[in-house]
């Protein structure tokens, strides 16, 4: 998951599919979401107090047991999500860390930040495998692709590179107009996704090529998730409104204005059925079931500027954390 800082800050195969977009995105209608008072059946279990630093990422292995968080202080620090308790830390880097990733299949995490290198590390030991350097600025973001032997990262720097895993080689560097914030891989599916001045650029993870350069409209995204189980990809920005693309029919199915812009973070289920807003404006975590696109709940204790939310792969396990507060993690005790 990557950090959102205060900054100033795109869907088609050919000219023609852009004015699809073009037509769809005026065409959209907003939908503003009032939010129920339930925090649709996630109880606080633990509050993490920690040293000083402001959280700026977080990441989840697949089963939820272990959260891993990235400070301003330098840190990286592993908790088990069931005691509470600090693991380990991993140390190395230089400066403020803004994106941490763990890889599908939990064996992995690399890290990233203000120093413009990306650590990768064995997370059962702590161990670290390798240090990737050449971006000439700090790294925003950085995600693994489903199978965990690429990486690509999004820099200050305007350039989103893809790196080997397993060798640690650069494979490619794709220059943008302007700083990237952040890049997501789809699980499922051939495709990764940036942002790109105003809106986003999907791409093949195998050549790199742009597939769709998008459309402009949505000021200042700080985060992007694909949906798992659809042809489906979620963005959130300082605008404070979600919106849900829709990739195979080139068009915007959804336009939702959330409470307490700007959203900060996105995190979804492995099953693509719940879907979590880290809203720092009001400090909540807002609650979206993907079925209808209503809010069913919200969770509240997160400060402004920065944060990250984040789910296990069954949505039993929430966390969320920004600025200098404690990280929250909540536990469901619904239907998974």
């Given at each position: 998951?990557?950090?959102?800082?205060?900054?100033?800050?795109?869907?088609?195969?050919?000219v023609?599919?852009?004015?699809?977009?073009?037509?769809?995105h005026?065409?959209?209608?907003?939908?503003?979401a009032?939010?129920?008072?339930?925090?649709?059946?996630y109880?606080?279990?633990?509050?993490?107090?920690?040293?000083?630093?402001?959280?700026?990422?977080?990441?989840?292995?697949?089963?939820?047991?272990?959260?891993?968080?990235?400070?301003?202080?330098?840190?990286?620090?592993?908790?088990?999500?069931a005691?509470?308790?600090?693991?380990?830390?991993?140390?190395?880097?230089?400066?403020?860390?803004?994106?941490?990733?763990?890889?599908q299949?939990?064996?992995?995490?690399?890290?990233a930040?203000?120093?413009?290198?990306?650590?990768?590390?064995?997370?059962?030991?702590?161990?670290?495998?390798r240090?990737?350097?050449?971006?000439?600025?700090?790294?925003?973001?950085?995600?693994?692709?489903?199978?965990?032997?690429?990486?690509?990262?999004?820099?200050?720097?305007?350039?989103?590179?893809?790196?080997?895993?397993?060798?640690?080689?650069l494979?490619?560097?794709?220059?943008?107009?302007?700083?990237?914030?952040?890049?997501?891989?789809a699980?499922?599916?051939?495709?990764?996704?940036?942002?790109?001045?105003?809106?986003?650029?999907?791409?093949?993870?195998?050549?790199?090529?742009?597939?769709t350069?998008?459309?402009?409209?949505?000021?200042?995204?700080?985060?992007?998730v694909?949906?798992?189980?659809?042809?489906?990809?979620?963005?959130?920005?300082?605008?404070?409104?979600?919106?849900?693309?829709?990739?195979?029919?080139?068009?915007?199915?959804?336009?939702?204005?959330?409470?307490?812009?700007?959203?900060?973070?996105?995190?979804?289920?492995d099953?693509?059925?719940?879907?979590?807003?880290?809203?720092?404006?009001?400090?909540?975590?807002?609650?979206?079931?993907?079925?209808?696109?209503?809010?069913?709940?919200?969770?509240?204790?997160?400060?402004?500027?920065?944060?990250?939310?984040?789910?296990?792969?069954?949505?039993?396990?929430?966390?969320?954390?920004?600025?200098?507060?404690?990280?929250?993690?909540?536990?469901?005790?619904?239907?998974?």
């Open positions: 998951m990557d950090i959102a800082r205060p900054r100033q800050k795109t869907i088609s195969t050919t023609c599919l852009i004015g699809i977009l073009l037509a769809t005026f065409a959209a209608a907003s939908e503003t009032k939010v129920p008072a339930s925090d649709a059946g109880t606080l279990v633990h509050v993490l107090e920690r040293a000083a630093g402001y959280v700026n990422a977080m990441a989840v292995t697949p089963d939820g047991g272990l959260l891993a968080v990235a400070s301003d202080d330098g840190r990286v620090t592993l908790w088990n999500t005691s509470g308790r600090l693991v380990r830390e991993l140390p190395g880097h230089k400066g403020p860390v803004y994106s941490v990733a763990i890889t299949d939990g064996l992995t995490i690399a890290t930040g203000y120093d413009e290198t990306i650590h990768i590390w064995q997370l059962s030991s702590g161990s670290e495998l240090t990737l350097t050449g971006h000439k600025g700090w790294i925003n973001s950085v995600a693994f692709t489903s199978d965990g032997h690429k990486l690509f990262s999004a820099g200050r720097d305007r350039s989103l590179r893809t790196w080997d895993v397993d060798t640690g080689k494979l490619r560097i794709v220059e943008h107009p302007s700083e990237v914030f952040t890049v997501a891989a699980p499922r599916m051939p495709w990764f996704a940036s942002d790109k001045m105003n809106s986003i650029s999907l791409r093949e993870i195998e050549t790199g090529n742009e597939i350069s998008g459309i402009p409209g949505q000021w200042g995204i700080n985060t992007i694909f949906n798992p189980t659809r042809p489906q990809l979620l963005t959130g920005g300082y605008d404070g409104v979600l919106w849900v693309w829709n990739i195979s029919q080139a068009k915007i199915e959804h336009h939702i204005k959330v409470e307490g812009r700007p959203i900060i973070s996105l995190a979804i289920t099953k693509g059925s719940l879907v979590a807003a880290l809203c720092t404006g009001n400090g909540t975590v807002v609650l979206f079931d993907t079925t209808t696109w209503k809010e069913i709940g919200n969770l509240k204790g997160v400060t402004y500027p920065i944060g990250s939310v984040v789910l296990s792969a069954d949505g039993q396990i929430l966390a969320a954390g920004g600025g200098d507060s404690p990280i929250r993690i909540w536990k469901r005790s619904g239907p998974r």
